[in-house]
T-cell receptor, first 112, second 113 residues
Framework: DAKTTQPNSMESNEEEPVHLPCNHSTISGTDYIHWYRQLPSQGPEYVIHGLTSNVNNRMASLAIAEDRKSSTLILHRATLRDAAVYYCILRRYGGSQGNLIFGKGTKLSVKP | SQTIHQWPATLVQPVGSPLSLECTVEGTSNPNLYWYRQAAGRGLQLLFYSVGIGQISSEVPQNLSASRPQDRQFILSSKKLLLSDSGFYLC????????????FGSGTRLTVV
């Protein structure tokens, strides 16, 4: 399975942008880049995903490097409710390799 | 819209007792279904996944089993619980293709005493 590498933790100030990096140097052409976040005592929540092009939705933006070996989740204005563990996961098209395998993620702290 | 239901929310069971956790999905058909476990302070571990009725794949050897008696029903069971089975159990569903995300249930916090 293709692996991802994320910093263990990051800090941000409220109402400032946050850039959460993820390295996936062994990504294959059929791997989708998924981001989830998990608030304390809750199940993970889907944030965004992409394949090659940058993606935007109401929660965040996903910037994907041209060689696809890294990506960045962008929270445009962090709020206290964004404090969570953020997981970057590669999901391969088809078969058991399409299952989401969670790593340790990045714990984001947001300071008021 | 699609919804996922998981119950109970919390459960305290003695060692050696049986376990049955149920998960149901509404508003979709032929979903992929998953059971994950998160031990205290640890990451999410995929336990089982299912691509159809009666089709169960196990990711790790353990004291647990899973069944899918209906298209949108997924059950996690154990005949005899161990202390190490304590954790936060999460059910999830996804559409078949990789460009769809997962939707997780609200979880069951199991404490084995």
């Amino acid at each position: 399975d293709a692996k991802t590498t994320q910093p263990n933790s990051m800090e941000s100030n409220e109402e400032e942008p946050v850039h959460l990096p993820c390295n996936h140097s062994t990504i294959s052409g059929t791997d989708y880049i998924h981001w989830y976040r998990q608030l304390p005592s809750q199940g993970p929540e889907y944030v965004i995903h992409g394949l090659t092009s940058n993606v935007n939705n109401r929660m965040a933006s996903l910037a994907i490097a041209e060689d696809r070996k890294s990506s960045t989740l962008i929270l445009h204005r962090a709020t206290l409710r964004d404090a969570a563990v953020y997981y970057c996961i590669l999901r391969r098209y088809g078969g058991s390799q399409g299952n989401l395998i969670f790593g340790k993620g990045t714990k984001l702290s947001v300071k008021p | 819209s699609q919804t996922i239901h998981q119950w109970p929310a919390t459960l305290v069971q003695p060692v050696g007792s049986p376990l049955s956790l149920e998960c149901t999905v509404e508003g979709t058909s032929n979903p992929n279904l998953y059971w994950y476990r998160q031990a205290a302070g640890r990451g999410l571990q995929l336990l089982f996944y299912s691509v159809g009725i009666g089709q169960i794949s196990s990711e790790v050897p353990q004291n647990l089993s899973a069944s899918r008696p209906q298209d949108r029903q997924f059950i996690l069971s154990s005949k005899k619980l161990l202390l190490s089975d304590s954790g936060f159990y999460l059910c999830a569903w996804s559409a078949r293709r990789a460009y769809y995300g997962y939707t997780f249930g609200s979880g069951t916090r199991l404490t084995v005493v």
